[in-house]
């Protein structure tokens, strides 16, 4: 009876044990599928300016530019997660960094730069990419598999300005906020979520 008293609770764990490996297994734990991507670096921190949508990356005429974009996720998975980003005009008035070395912000007031006249996406061979109807650009994570893949911007020898490229969808009337996760996400289905980052989801590209 004594060890009856051992051996059922004992039991009772492995059986538990189980239970948790199978519904993580199954795709049912509320967080394992849920995966994050941005820009690859966070700012100008040697300059103290924090992670705050400030980075900067410039291109040269008829040049192409590669921005780092990262994937998180600490597993492999049965299927492919696809992200997306966005290119829109820069704002008037909209503060940034003109460059890595500044120590203050300033207000554009530069020309609208359009895609496909003063600049393209382009693949990492030179062909141009085309967005889906919603605007966006698919980057495509085979496996879920954790990573950094470039987008290319290439110079078109147009216009000379700034311009946004961004992981959150400028033609939402949603207003991202650390406050509410809801409006982090980026793309869900019933695999897997992506969500963004409030103070990472924007650089500045600068044709010269």
């Given at each position: 009876m004594k060890l009856l008293k051992y051996i059922l609770p004992a039991l009772a764990?492995?059986?538990?044990?189980?239970?948790c490996n199978d519904d993580w297994g199954n795709d049912n734990s509320a967080m394992e599928h849920v995966y994050y991507y941005g820009p690859e670096v966070w700012g100008y921190d040697d300059i103290k300016i924090g992670n705050n949508n400030v980075v900067h990356y410039e291109v040269a005429q008829g040049e192409t530019v590669a921005v780092p974009m990262q994937f998180w996720c600490e597993f492999v998975r049965k299927y492919d997660v696809a992200t997306y980003y966005y290119v829109a005009p820069k704002p008037a008035g909209e503060k940034y960094y003109p460059n890595?070395?500044?120590?203050?912000?300033?207000a554009y007031d530069g020309p609208e730069l359009v895609c496909g006249t003063?600049?393209?996406?382009?693949?990492?061979?030179?062909?141009?990419?085309?967005?889906?109807?919603?605007?966006?650009?698919?980057?495509?994570?085979?496996?879920?598999?954790?990573?950094?893949?470039?987008?290319?911007?290439?110079?078109?020898?147009?216009?000379?300005?700034?311009f946004n490229l961004q992981t959150f969808d400028p033609a939402s009337d949603v207003e991202l906020t650390n406050q509410d996760v809801e409006t982090t996400i980026q793309h869900k289905t019933s695999d897997y979520e992506v969500r963004i980052f409030t103070q990472n989801y924007r650089v500045t590209v600068t044709i010269e």
């Open positions: 764990c492995a059986f538990a044990a189980t239970a890595a070395t500044a120590t203050a912000a300033v003063d600049y393209e996406v382009v693949d990492a061979q030179g062909n141009k990419l085309e967005p889906n109807a919603d605007g966006a650009y698919e980057m495509l994570w085979p496996n879920a598999k954790k990573g950094v893949q470039n987008i290319y911007i290439k110079a078109l020898n147009g216009q000379k300005g700034s």
